[in-house]
């Protein structure tokens, strides 16, 4: 090293130290030779006008990769001419580097890090308008579902019983598909409880009158004497009563107008306590007048197609006895079908009995065991209080007095024989509508009028 000071400008002169020597081509600092010096020996050189504005000189330093985007390689680092930016780039030659952000963030030009998981595009990409919050689209309803319920979004439970096909396994009369005969027998016993006090009287009106009266008849007009069973003197055929044909006429003329007028009245019964089973399941306040008014109007209708029935099933009993035990079965809900359906009753007692022959079966032979039980109950005790009083029944006052009492007893005794029978029917007839679909008290109430 030399001992001798730096040479410096001489004085008046300007200090050109700092500034590259114009003699030297190809620098990267060097200016035209004939261009014009500035002004201001302290302005600073033309730049390139397409430079973005000067700004402070961030120093080199380590490239921090942003998440989902990968850095620059190393043959791309080592092919920059200038020092490294933060953003990966280099400062261009001759020029200033890009300002830094004042707020940190992504540079405009570097697209954000792509979605791994496909989502939702960022705001503004793409193309996609600006929504009412920050540019996402609205929420829609996810497609397939209803929309929510009242109970946290779930759909509420429909209406109706929860075996969900309509039929109410509460229903009073009406016994549902799956209940079986237990359902049955529980109806029909629970309507006999709710509805004896009305039935009782009704079935008094109806039916043991008419009967009692009909028996009445019976014994005023039986032919006189007895019949002869050995032959008479000298081989010859037994002898009949004189006028035993005429008599006989008469009783059984008298028998069958009886039979045919009082059953009328009972047709009356039928309707009246059908009406009465029906109404008071569903709650309703009745009375003996009521349903001997409504039984008045659909009387007569109703005995016309009892009297066909009967006459079908004594045709029937004609053949072999079988065919009119069968058709008895058959149309034995030929009643209840035309009080509530107000249609044929035979072709729809055919149908309804061979569709499910053996639950209809099942039932009718459970109310024909009550009934024959009690028939044979009253047959009997009639039998053992009338046999004093055959030889003369109406001999004396108190011969009369003793019939007339016996056959009211024991009308008096088939009154729940027939509330058994009345009700029975009814129950049957509402679970047979059940086994066709779903129907309730309500709908039969409503059937009847």
Same mark, same amino acid.
């Given at each position: ?96 580097? $890009? #300002? @830094?952000?004042? %707020? !940190? /963030?992504?540079?405009?030009?570097? *697209?954000? =890090?792509?979605?791994?998981? +496909?989502?939702? &595009? ?23 579902? $209803? #929309? @929510?319920?009242? %109970? !946290? /979004?779930?759909?509420?439970?429909? *209406?109706? =019983?929860?075996?969900?096909? +309509?039929?109410? &396994? ?280």
């Amino acid at each position: 090293m030399s001992d001798q000071p730096v040479p410096g400008p001489a004085p008046g002169e300007p200090d050109r130290s700092g500034q590259p020597d114009a003699g030297e081509p190809g620098r990267a600092g060097s200016v035209d030779p004939t261009a014009s010096l500035p002004v201001d020996p302290t302005a600073s050189l033309p730049v390139d006008p397409t430079a973005p504005p000067p700004g402070p000189v961030t120093p080199p330093g380590p490239v921090t990769p942003q998440p989902g985007q990968a850095g620059p390689s190393p043959e791309a680092a080592a092919s920059h001419s200038g020092p490294a930016t933060p953003w990966g780039g280099s400062v261009p030659p001759g020029g200033h580097p $890009p #300002p @830094a952000d004042p %707020y !940190g /963030g992504q540079p405009p030009h570097v *697209p954000p =890090p792509a979605d791994p998981y +496909g989502g939702q &595009p960022p705001y503004g990409a793409y193309g996609t308008p600006a929504g009412p919050y920050g540019g996402y689209p609205p929420a829609m309803p996810p497609v397939g579902y $209803p #929309p @929510a319920g009242p %109970y !946290g /979004g779930y759909p509420p439970y429909p *209406p109706g =019983p929860p075996y969900g096909a +309509g039929w109410n &396994p509460q229903d009073p009369l009406v016994n549902p598909p799956y209940a079986g005969l237990g359902g049955w027998w529980n109806r029909g016993v629970a309507a006999i409880g709710r509805s004896w006090r009305l039935l009782v009287p009704l079935m008094l009106v109806t039916q043991a009158l008419p009967a009692f009266a009909l028996s009445l008849l019976s014994v005023l007009l039986t032919p006189a004497g007895n019949l002869p069973t050995t032959p008479g003197a000298d081989a010859e055929p037994p002898q009949l009563p004189p006028g035993f044909f005429t008599d006989l006429a008469v009783y059984g003329g008298s028998i069958g107008l009886g039979a045919l007028l009082f059953g009328l009245v009972q047709a009356v019964g039928w309707a009246g306590a059908t009406w009465v089973v029906t109404r008071q399941a569903l709650g309703e306040q009745v009375t003996l007048g009521a349903a001997l008014r409504y039984g008045g109007r659909r009387a007569l209708g109703l005995w016309g197609w009892y009297l066909l029935v009967g006459l079908l099933v004594a045709v029937g009993f004609c053949f072999c006895v079988l065919p009119g035990v069968y058709l008895a079965f058959a149309l034995s809900l030929s009643i209840p079908v035309y009080l509530y359906e107000r249609q044929n009753p035979i072709g729809r007692a055919f149908r309804i009995f061979h569709d499910r022959v053996g639950m209809v079966l099942g039932r009718i032979c459970l109310l024909v065991v009550v009934i024959i039980i009690g028939g044979m109950v009253t047959g009997v005790l009639e039998n053992l209080a009338m046999a004093p009083f055959l030889a003369d029944p109406f001999g004396s006052v108190g011969s009369i007095v003793g019939v007339v009492l016996v056959l009211l007893v024991s009308a008096v005794l088939s009154v729940p024989v027939s509330l058994v029978q009345q009700v029975g029917l009814v129950v049957t007839y509402a679970e047979q509508r059940a086994q066709e679909g779903p129907v309730d008290t309500a709908r039969l109430a409503g059937e009847l009028g």
